[in-house]
């Protein structure tokens, strides 16, 4: 990101003086690879932003997770980190490399999670072992050996279950796991206490993603904005810009903030119609 379109992007969010709280969350690609624009953004928004950050928080590899960026975070605390690895070292390695030497990623992300462990203690640590159908039991290896080797450290290990989805999003295909294995996997690491969760449907109240808030953005490197991660890099998906006053793909904006609600799921209007239709035919009975 150019100093330039930092400078926007620091005008941008002083235009938001209505704004009680500022949440930050860097992600990518990687975005420790543009570490040099984190520490910028950070000391001009501690310096002319008089907005307060309320949380604060980063998505990355680990790899470049080294004693600088621990030193920096640790004059700019992160409420929580999440890094993700491949499954155990032979298959992370076999899928995470150098690209110029091919050699594996793992243990400089275990030895850089050591230090983060170490040297942030108050920053939550989210571990995701990602999994699909060949390596169920290298997230089961995970906790029994990264969770020792943790112990009473602030860090939560859990699953990242791999979910490779048709264009329809009605079939899972590759190694992803089933519905219905998934439904399974859940419920036993939830009855065996693998982790401690509920492992029946509760209700929840959530203000949603990204997308569906009016006031989350996603900035891209040139001062694109964006309402879902998974259009970054997408020109057809940029909302606006900026440097700009006003957005400018109002229809794809409105999508998001209301047609990706999650009631608007046809087999949940299905189900509602149904309980409606046969709610009147008693009522009137």
């Known amino acids: 990101m150019s100093e330039k379109t930092i400078d926007k992007l620091i005008s941008f969010i002083e235009i938001h003086d209505e704004a009680k709280k500022l949440d930050i969350t ?10 040099n624009s984190i520490q910028k953004l950070l000391n001009k928004i501690r310096s002319e932003i008089k907005i307060p950050i309320q949380q604060h928080s980063i998505i990355t590899n680990g790899y470049y997770f ?22 155990n070292k032979e298959r992370h390695d076999s899928i995470r490399k150098l690209k110029g030497t091919g050699k594996g990623t793992y243990d400089t992300i275990i030895q850089n999670i ?14 995701r072992i990602n999994i699909d159908r060949s390596n169920i039991q290298h997230f089961f290896d995970a906790i029994n050996i990264l969770g020792n080797r943790w112990k009473d450290k602030n860090i939560v290990i859990y699953p990242g279950i791999l979910r490779i989805e048709n264009e329809t999003k009605t079939d899972n295909a590759c190694n992803a796991m089933s519905r219905w294995e998934i439904a399974e996997f859940m419920y036993t690491i939830g009855t065996n206490k693998t982790l401690d969760f509920p492992i029946y449907p509760t209700l929840n109240c959530s203000k949603g993603c990204c997308a569906t808030r009016v006031y989350s953005y996603i900035i891209g490197p040139e001062g694109e904005i964006y309402k879902c991660w998974n259009d970054v890099s997408n020109k057809e998906s940029i909302i606006g810009y900026i440097d700009q006053k006003k957005l400018s793909n109002h229809s794809l904006l409105y999508n998001y903030l209301v047609g990706s609600k999650w009631y608007y799921e046809k087999i949940f209007m299905l189900v509602l119609s149904l309980i409606f239709k046969y709610f009147f035919i008693f009522w009137k009975k």
Request: no cysteine.
């Open 114 to 127: 050591d230090n983060i462990l170490e040297k942030l203690p108050k920053t939550e640590l989210h571990l």
């Open 26 to 35: 860097w992600y990518g690609g990687e975005p420790l690879l543009a570490f």
């Open 66 to 87: 080294d004693s600088k960026v621990v030193d920096f975070f640790n004059e700019y605390h992160l409420d929580y980190i999440q890094i993700t690895l491949d499954g």
